[in-house]
């Protein structure tokens, strides 16, 4: 079994066992497993356990000890990416506290976390219609970097992301129809499958 401990501060709170005055805040950070070759994983937040056996293959080393900077009173995703010998962060803020939609949209965001895909145009569509015509929401996006929030229109068939090798149709990754509802945020995160080629996870954002 792996170790994950994080350190988390802001300017007002600090973690780790500091004491430190001023007023407390609020935060909520998810952690997503992005590593495709890191053994399952324990993961602690200042000292303290608060997930255990985090996907992937079991071993029995410590593979991440991070401080990281919070922003006060936000939702953020922690993403761990690259191989298990050299995971990095990447820590994302969860758009519903920054963002806002329009009636009859959600919001739709893509994170490329594939160690192998490399760069890849993003395609965001409405399910089922291909990718004719369609302009991608971002190119040649590359390893763990992620597009804006895109509007996407909500009901329907859903919605379908595309990713391609830059400048073409040449398919790398396609979604499949995927729900989205009035004022919805959510990430989509690219990553290579345990098997080879490359899958991705949803994630509905707070």
């Known amino acids: 079994m792996g170790l994950i401990a994080l350190c988390l501060w802001t300017g007002l709170t600090i973690g780790c066992g500091g004491g430190g005055g001023g007023s407390q805040t609020t935060q909520q950070l998810r952690v997503v497993m992005a590593s495709p070759d890191a053994p399952a994983v324990d993961i602690l937040i200042d000292g303290v356990q608060v997930a255990t056996s ?24 922690l993403l761990l990416t690259g191989p298990a010998s050299k995971i990095q962060e990447v820590l ?47 190119t040649s996006l590359s390893f763990d970097k ?5 509007s996407v229109p909500t009901g329907g068939g859903g919605y379908e992301v595309f990713m391609t090798s830059p400048g073409t149709t ?37």
Do not use: C, H, W
């Not at 009859?104 to 004719?132: C, E, F, H, Q, W």
């Not at 129809?177 to 990430?187: C, E, G, H, K, P």
């Open 92 to 138: 994302l803020t969860d758009g519903s506290k920054t963002t806002t939609t329009t009636t009859g949209t959600g919001k739709v965001r893509v994170v490329n976390a594939s160690i192998t895909m490399g760069p890849a145009d993003v395609y965001i569509v409405n399910a089922g219609t291909g990718l004719a015509g369609a302009t991608p929401v971002a």
């Open 54 to 77: 985090l996907v992937y293959i079991s071993n029995s080393t410590s593979i991440f000890d991070q401080t990281i900077s919070l922003t006060a009173s936000a939702n953020l995703t």
């Open 146 to 150: 992620n597009t804006e929030y895109e």
């Open 170 to 206: 040449n398919l790398l990754l396609d979604t499949g129809a995927l729900a989205l509802t009035q004022s919805q945020f959510q990430t989509v995160i690219a990553l290579d499958a345990t098997g080879g080629g490359f899958n991705y996870i949803a994630l509905t954002d707070q």
